[in-house]
């Protein structure tokens, strides 16, 4: 019987592939194992933001004051990098090997923060957690969407989207309690045994299944070029991205060198991926299945709108509503709230029914209307009940991403999973970066803009929009 979670159209697979979904399965999810995974998904989501709070103190303990923001940009950098590697890695070597590479990995990097001397290896060990960080959440994805039967995926995966939300909102809190406690190096050391802990579990939990190829003609390789292009291109990126809103001749200068690189890096990996490897870390035919490539686009939107509104509500609440820090930091508790209510809820909307669509439609129109009203009103004098225009905006774009979820893994042709949840999280925390760092820059540009068109050219009006 066709229902949503079968695609409407067969898969354009390459010759030899087939489409099938095993919509019948049990599942086969250890809980133990699954115990795990959701503490796995709270230190990734709580390492990410850990750092937030003391990343200034740390640096200045260095000496290094002006390097402090890198302890967060290394971390996404190796987030993003890690993705893509673990994609083809679950595909060659299997999914147990390549998850204990990533709990080893998360374990080393932060028992290496945790012991730098210097600010450099700090920045190391951040960017190795966090290449490890991107396998604890995008193979634990892959592995549950290829044991539980479909309707359990959607509620699996929203509880591993609402532990994850938990803990990167707890992450920045926590860092600085945890600094005040014990010192940054023991909070960061310590999350090097649970990291172990994991690795021990899913060592001993996880059953061992055969990697892809054992089965087929011809084991797929490891795509080194391809992958080395790749990872200049997102470093890029993101440096990139860590440079915008900087007006020194210096970083326009930077900024101009990593677009060359960039584009050109870029154009090489598409030419390589089209002509001169056998398996493709991402096959221009699965693009076009089932609208797969749409999907990872709007990855990008969604996550560029949400992030773009996030950044800006704190000082939105600081400086128009003239509240305190603290208290602006309260009122940014409907954004945690907001993202965990809606997964749970879509989740188990969607484990009941098997449904997806009318919900990922409906979620769409309602966040939009919200954002759209938040536009018109939040310049005025917006009332306090109006903070129910952004909560209803998360609640729905939590609910859209995981609908599309849903739809992505019903549409994923045979032997294709990791790669499409590998591009997926790989398009969401592109728009996450865009969001973090275009946005603020923009608006800067903006401000400066008006003040100078209000204030004239004078010297002073000059020193009031640069500083």
């Known amino acids: 019987m066709i229902d949503e979670t079968t695609?409407?159209?067969?898969?354009?697979?390459?010759?030899?592939?087939?489409?099938?979904?095993?919509?019948?399965?049990?599942?086969?999810?250890?809980?133990a194992f699954l115990l795990i995974t959701q503490i796995g998904a709270f230190l990734a989501g709580a390492d990410d933001s850990l750092f937030i709070s003391t990343h200034d103190h740390i640096a200045s303990n260095f000496g290094q004051l002006p390097l402090g923001s890198w302890l967060l940009t290394a971390y996404n950098m190796g987030y993003?990098?890690?993705?893509?590697?673990?994609?083809?890695?679950c595909d060659v070597y299997g999914y147990k090997r390549t998850l204990l590479v990533a709990y080893a990995l998360f374990s080393v990097g932060c028992t290496l923060t945790g012991v730098a001397g210097n600010i450099w290896v700090a920045i190391t060990g951040r960017a190795v957690s966090g290449i490890g960080a991107a396998g604890m959440v995008d193979l634990i994805s892959v592995i549950l969407t290829d044991m539980a039967p479909p309707k359990e995926v959607a509620i699996l995966r929203s509880y591993l989207m609402m532990i994850g939300t938990i803990g990167?909102?707890?992450?920045?809190?926590?860092?600085?309690?945890?600094?005040?406690?014990i010192g940054w190096r023991w909070s960061s050391f310590a999350q090097g045994p649970i990291g172990v802990l994991c690795f021990a579990v899913a060592a001993w939990r996880l059953p061992s299944v055969p990697k892809k190829g054992e089965s087929?003609?011809?084991?797929?390789?490891?795509?080194?070029?391809?992958?080395?292009?790749l990872m200049v291109t997102i470093g890029s990126i993101m440096i990139l991205c860590h440079t915008l809103g900087e007006s020194e001749l210096e970083s326009r200068l930077m900024q101009i060198s990593l677009l060359v690189v960039i584009l050109i890096s870029a154009s090489l990996f598409g030419l390589n991926e089209r002509y001169f490897t056998k398996d493709p870390l991402m096959p221009v035919w699965l693009l076009r299945t089932n609208g797969i490539g749409f999907v990872f686009i709007g990855q990008i939107f969604i996550l560029f709108s949400e992030f773009s509104l996030i950044v800006n509500?704190?000082?939105?609440?600081?400086?128009?509503?003239?509240?305190?820090?603290?208290?602006?930091?309260?009122f940014l508790m409907i954004v945690p709230l907001a993202a965990v209510l809606g997964?749970?809820?879509?989740?188990?909307?969607?484990?009941?029914?098997?449904?997806?669509?009318?919900?990922?439609?409906?979620?769409?129109?309602?966040?939009?209307?919200?954002?759209?009203?938040?536009?018109?009103?939040?310049?005025?004098?917006?009332?306090?009940?109006?903070?129910?225009?952004?909560?209803?905006?998360?609640?729905?774009i939590s609910g859209l991403l995981t609908t599309q979820f849903m739809g992505l893994s019903a549409s994923t042709p045979k032997g294709m999973n990791s790669t499409t949840t590998t591009a997926y999280y790989l398009s969401q925390q592109f728009g996450m970066m865009l969001g973090f760092t275009l946005t603020p820059a923009v608006n800067r540009k903006i401000l400066t803009y008006k003040l100078k068109d209000k204030l004239g050219t004078s010297t002073h009006a000059l020193q009031v929009s640069i500083g």
Request: overall charge positive.
């Open 343 to 396: 997964a749970g809820i879509y989740g188990r909307l969607i484990g009941r029914s098997g449904k997806y669509k009318k919900l990922a439609t409906g979620s769409l129109a309602v966040g939009m209307l919200n954002l759209f009203l938040m536009s018109l009103r939040w310049p005025e004098d917006p009332s306090f009940w109006e903070l129910a225009y952004p909560f209803l905006a998360i609640f729905t």
């Open 7 to 31: 695609p409407l159209r067969e898969a354009e697979c390459r010759p030899g592939t087939t489409f099938k979904r095993n919509n019948d399965r049990s599942s086969n999810v250890d809980r």
């Open 313 to 330: 509500m704190t000082g939105f609440f600081v400086r128009a509503w003239n509240r305190s820090s603290s208290m602006a930091g309260l």
């Open 216 to 229: 087929d003609e011809r084991s797929p390789d490891l795509d080194i070029p391809g992958l080395c292009l």
């Open 80 to 89: 993003s990098i890690g993705l893509p590697v673990y994609g083809r890695a």
């Open 168 to 181: 990167a909102t707890l992450g920045a809190p926590l860092g600085g309690i945890l600094a005040d406690w």
